[in-house]
């Protein structure tokens, strides 16, 4: 059964703290994904990565950074969490640009304090 | 980048074909246009997509416009099950997908 998993559901943090949310595709996918997701705004991409050590931002890539130092390993940093940054974080993966499904995660929910 | 336009709502009583319509008058030719769910709590689930044909799989059918400026999901017999959020996003050849932010759709028994 193919599998994206994240490394926590729910997360708390302080403003300033440097934030690192993991995660990790079984799949052997190319595309691996990162995006964020508030009421009433859907899912906004903040990053992607199409390959290792490639990475391309999205529509909301202030604040964060990524790394895809290995193919099945894509995260997301925030250099100094603040409070707008609280929200559903969703990874995904999938095998090539377009024209297949997209696999998600099950989200970490981001609390910034 | 393309947007979608979707209803913020739909209903549908159960065993009942739900039509759930999405726009997208500014794709470009090589977009794709794909279709995910989700659930309370969940990450969203991939249910179908297409290019320009007309597309079946176990889930669902996808209806594409000729010209491709708008398209359907069909759920050929909704149960409660498929109360979810229905999101219609393009992909872009790059591999880049925008989110709006979907149809709700509420089955009633």
């Known amino acids: 059964d193919v599998k994206v998993t994240q490394s926590s559901r729910y997360l708390v943090k302080r403003t300033g703290e440097k934030v690192f949310l993991e995660c990790v595709q079984d799949m052997d996918h190319e595309n691996m994904f990162w995006y964020r997701q508030d009421p009433g705004l859907g899912l906004r991409l903040i990053y992607f990565s199409y390959d290792v050590k490639m990475k391309e931002k999205g529509d909301i890539p202030e604040g964060y950074s990524v790394s895809r130092e290995k193919k099945e390993r894509f995260s997301l940093i925030l250099e100094s969490a603040s409070t707008n940054q609280t929200s559903m974080y969703l990874c995904?993966?999938?095998?090539?640009?377009?024209?297949?499904?997209?696999?998600f995660g099950p989200g970490t929910r981001l609390t910034v304090l | 980048d393309a947007k979608t336009t979707q209803p913020n709502s739909m209903e549908s009583n159960e065993e009942e074909p739900v039509h759930l319509p999405c726009n997208h008058s500014?794709?470009?030719?090589?977009?794709?246009i794909h279709w995910y769910r989700q659930l309370p709590s969940q990450g969203p689930e991939y249910v179908i997509h297409g290019l320009t044909s007309n597309v079946n799989n176990r889930m669902a059918s996808l209806a594409i416009a000729e010209d491709r400026k708008s398209s359907t999901l069909i759920l050929h017999r909704a149960t409660l099950r498929d109360a979810a959020v229905y999101y219609c996003?393009?992909?872009?050849?790059?591999?880049?997908?925008?989110f709006g932010d979907g149809t709700t759709l509420t089955v009633k028994p």
């Open positions: 996003i393009l992909v872009t050849n790059a591999g880049k997908s925008t």
């Open positions: 500014t794709i470009s030719g090589t977009d794709y």
């Open positions: 995904a993966s999938r095998q090539d640009r377009a024209g297949n499904e997209q696999f």
